[in-house]
T-cell receptor, first 115, second 114 residues
Framework: AQKITQTQPGMFVQEKEAVTLDCTYD???????LFWYKQPSSGEMIFLIY??????QNATEGRYSLNFQKARKSANLVISASQLGDSAMYFC????????????FGKGTRLHILP | GAGVSQSPSNKVTEKGKDVELRCDPI?????LYWYRQSLGQGLEFLIY????????KSGLPSDRFSAERTGGSVSTLTIQRTQQEDSAVYLC????????????FGDGTRLSIL
């Protein structure tokens, strides 16, 4: 069975520090994609970054990077130089390409950036 | 508009009534998802439409819940005989296709059952 695990229900980080949000996944599929989404208190879901299972390099998008360790089945999100506006809920998600392509989500990590 | 549109944005209704929630996906997006999110919680998958394939209804919590997608575009989620535990935000998302494309989410419908 496919599963996404986010072990940190909540985190407090000082502004300007780097943050790592953990995500591990379980799948028997060889081809899959990993996604991170941000949900601020306003409720909208914002796509941040994508990593394909066959991508050689870690994905980066501005201050976001994905620390992809395929053998360990982990896809941690790294936010560099955190800002107050980064305070939000963060969800890790996975889609296996060879199944029904349904995306599954982790339970999320609530990140609080302290001034 | 350019994004996923959901209506109504808020719905308050009495227990036992039926409700219909609407989702208008981004034009050209073949995949459409419905999720439910209770306050402070994660996303609970409800149903998934992909093109002309039979929908994946494996997440629907009971037979009071149903959804349809007409013409491969607009989708309606119907909850019959609403219960108080149905109160949540219902999110719709669409994606370009069911491969490596991210989902684009609507702003959700906040449903409150009195």
């Amino acid at each position: 069975a496919q599963k996404i695990t986010q072990t940190q229900p909540g985190m407090f980080v000082q502004e300007k520090e780097a943050v790592t949000l953990d995500c591990t996944y379980d799948t028997s599929d060889q081809s899959y994609g990993l996604f991170w989404y941000k949900q601020p208190s306003s409720g909208e879901m914002i796509f941040l970054i994508y990593q394909g299972s066959y991508d050689e390099q870690n994905a980066t998008e501005g201050r976001y990077s994905l620390n992809f360790q395929k053998a360990r089945k982990s896809a941690n999100l790294v936010i560099s130089a955190s800002q107050l506006g980064d305070s939000a809920m963060y969800f890790c998600a996975m889609r296996a390409m060879n199944r029904d392509d349904k995306i599954i989500f982790g339970k999320g990590t609530r990140l609080h950036i302290l001034p | 508009g350019a994004g996923v549109s959901q209506s109504p944005s808020n719905k308050v209704t009495e227990k036992g009534k039926d409700v219909e929630l609407r989702c208008d996906p981004i034009s050209g997006h073949t995949a459409l998802y419905w999720y439910r999110q209770s306050l402070g919680q994660g996303l609970e998958f409800l149903i998934y439409f992909q093109g002309n394939s039979a929908p994946d209804k494996s997440g629907l919590p009971s037979d009071r819940f149903s959804a349809e997608r007409t013409g491969g575009s607009v989708s309606t989620l119907t909850i019959q005989r609403t219960q108080q535990e149905d109160s949540a935000v219902y999110l719709c998302a669409s994606s370009l296709d069911a491969s490596n494309q991210p989902q684009h989410f609507g702003d959700g419908t906040r449903l409150s059952i009195l």
